[in-house]
């Protein structure tokens, strides 16, 4: 079968698609005939080497959607699509033909998604609903501000905040990310290159702050973040690429009551996908949620340009064997 499976790490211009045995699966497991794959920055850091302990050699890829072609006979011919944080890096992962994973790490696929569009949810999804639902708490009529709400985690949770019934203000590089927004989902948007986040943060809420900060940049955003949180407020970071280090005025906060969340879904495994995208299928067979854009999709065989061009959007990897059907 094809595979994109790699024995060193490197950069990705290198990236070669192989020929290996089709994997077998156990009576706990399900095989997956993978129908489309979506391409993450965190495929290209598996790629280059960027994830400690992964394994070698291994095929890269974390989301999927496909259809079951062994397993239990519940599943056995069902649309299926999941994410994993070990996909790609500890386990083989899903650029590939087919896909090994427990019996209970595939979720059923919604018809409201096509296929290219089911397989690009994974990563950006479940990273937005972790952040919000899972670590910061949010709740119907709360203040939450999403940094990095341009880019695809980032607009995926404005989507699911805005579905959820908080009320959501954007924060992007500046004005002409804008337009990449979805005003009708949003009340205000702030700007890091005019720092006018504050500003806007308290006229928005009139003058209380933020319940929610979500922040996916690190250390550069930490401070003003903070800054714009109401009392007992939350802030949840999953990066450090804006910086590992920050200083903290304890007093403050400890008399505001607030509390800071780290986020690592790197550990969270493809069974706990499932069970994430169980809760998100409804918004998306609703239309809460309208289905992801998709960029670009690349034939199997041309993964090296695949991932090259993975930085300008939403990109989907479909075996050889199925692109052109």
Not at 37 to 56: I, T
Not at 189 to 212: F, K, S
Not at 240 to 246: F, K, N, S
Request: aromatic share 6%; hydrophobic share 45%; charged share 20%.
């Amino acid at each position: 079968m094809q595979a994109l499976q790699i024995d060193h790490h490197g950069p990705v211009w290198a990236l070669t698609v192989r020929d290996v045995p089709r994997p077998v699966c156990s009576p706990q497991e399900v095989l997956i005939e993978i129908h489309a794959a979506a391409l993450n920055p965190s495929d290209v850091a598996s790629a280059e080497g960027r994830f400690d302990h992964a394994r070698l050699p291994r095929i890269l890829g974390r989301d999927f959607a496909g259809r079951v072609c062994e397993g239990p006979a519940d599943l056995l011919g069902q649309d299926v699509w999941g994410s994993g944080g070990e996909l790609g890096i500890w386990r083989d992962g899903t650029h590939t033909e087919y896909l090994i994973v427990p019996r209970d790490g595939v979720a059923l696929r919604p018809r409201a998604l096509s296929v290219d569009e089911a397989a690009a949810v994974g990563v950006p999804f479940l990273k937005a609903w972790a952040a919000l639902m899972d670590r910061g708490g949010l709740q119907a009529g709360e203040w939450v501000i999403i940094a990095g709400a341009a880019g695809a985690v980032g607009s995926a949770a404005v989507q699911l905040a805005a579905a959820r019934h908080a009320k959501v203000i954007a924060l992007v590089r500046n004005a002409s990310d804008d337009a990449r927004i979805d005003a009708h989902k949003v009340a205000a948007i702030a700007h890091t290159e005019t720092n006018d986040v504050v500003e806007v943060v308290r006229e928005t809420t009139g003058g209380r702050g933020a319940h929610l900060a979500i922040n996916p940049i690190g250390g550069s955003l930490f401070q003003p973040l903070l800054d714009v949180l109401a009392a007992e407020g939350r802030m949840v970071c999953f990066s450090a690429m804006g910086g590992r280090e920050v200083p903290l005025d304890l007093l403050a906060f400890y008399r505001n009551n607030l509390t800071l969340h780290g986020l690592n879904t790197a550990v969270s495994t493809v069974v706990r996908g499932a069970q994430l995208l169980n809760q998100l299928a409804p918004l998306f067979a609703s239309g809460a949620i309208p289905p992801p854009r998709i960029t670009a999709r690349y034939p199997l065989s041309q993964a090296a340009e695949a991932y090259q061009r993975s930085a300008s959007g939403k990109v989907v990897l479909i075996p050889d064997r199925l692109y052109n059907k």
